[in-house]
Antibody
Framework: EVQLVESGGGLVQPGGSLRLSCVASGFTFSSYWMSWVRQAPGKGLEWVANIKQDGSEKYYVDSVKGRFTIFRDNTKNSLYLQMNSLRAEDSAVYYC????????????WGQGTLVTVSS | QSVLTQPPSASGAPGQRVSISCSGS????????VYWYQQFPGTTPRLLIY???QRPSGVPDRFSGSKSGTSASLAISGLRSEDEADYYC???????????FGGGTKLTVL
């Protein structure tokens, strides 16, 4: 069974940093594109970033470019999102999602981890 | 303001057919596949339609997707109370080099 388990969320002050993790199991992690998708409270879904199987390609939504970094460790079946210079508008549930290609074709999602940016 | 435009709400009576639209541009829907996700309150999204008109196993054939030009639609026939959920369209955008979602449509079964 495919499982994606996120962690690392919490309360952080504006300008602060946070690193999210997503541990995958039940499939060959190194064979899949992986993405982060977020959802602000009461709002819609927003694609944040994705990364190729070997980490050689990464894409980001404009609003996080230069502040967030997506990376992965295939030896640990883990996906990460390093978030710096956090803003209030980054507050959201962050989902880890398995992609069947480089785009937005997600067949499995984690339960999400909540990030709150507030003073 | 989402790159893909969906109506914020839709509704229908049990047994009826409803359609949810998703409007984009040549750089996203016009040149890439469209995906549809269903999300119930407090739960994670579920893939409903992929490659614009294909259903994953386990998704009832009451759900269908279509695409024409820079627009796409999700149709639900034989509406049931359990279809009440939020529905999102999504596509890759070649100009942005990123994924884009619609703002979501809240479906109410009357």
């Amino acid at each position: 069974e495919v499982q994606l388990v996120e962690s690392g969320g919490g309360l952080v002050q504006p300008g602060g940093s946070l690193r999210l993790s997503c541990v995958a199991s039940g499939f060959t992690f190194s064979s899949y594109w992986m993405s982060w998708v977020r959802q602000a409270p009461g709002k819609g879904l927003e694609w944040v970033a994705n990364i190729k199987q070997d980490g050689s390609e990464k894409y980001y939504v404009d609003s996080v470019k230069g502040r967030f970094t997506i990376f992965r460790d295939n030896t640990k079946n883990s996906l990460y999102l390093q978030m710096n210079s956090l803003r209030a508008e980054d507050s959201a549930v962050y989902y880890c999602a398995r992609g069947l290609d480089y785009g937005v074709h997600f067949d499995s999602w984690g339960q999400g981890t909540l990030v709150t940016v507030s003073s | 303001q989402s790159v893909l435009t969906q109506p914020p709400s839709a509704s229908g009576a049990p047994g009826q057919r409803v359609s949810i639209s998703c409007s984009g541009s040549s750089s996203n829907i016009g040149s890439n596949y469209v995906y549809w996700y269903q999300q119930f309150p407090g739960t994670t999204p579920r893939l409903l339609i992929y490659w614009s008109n294909q259903r994953p196993s386990g998704v009832p054939d009451r759900f269908s997707g279509s695409k024409s030009g820079t627009s796409a639609s999700l149709a639900i026939s034989g509406l049931r109370s359990e279809d009440e959920a939020d529905y999102y369209c999504a596509a890759w955008d070649d100009s942005l080099s990123g994924g884009v979602f619609g703002g979501g449509t809240k479906l109410t079964v009357l």
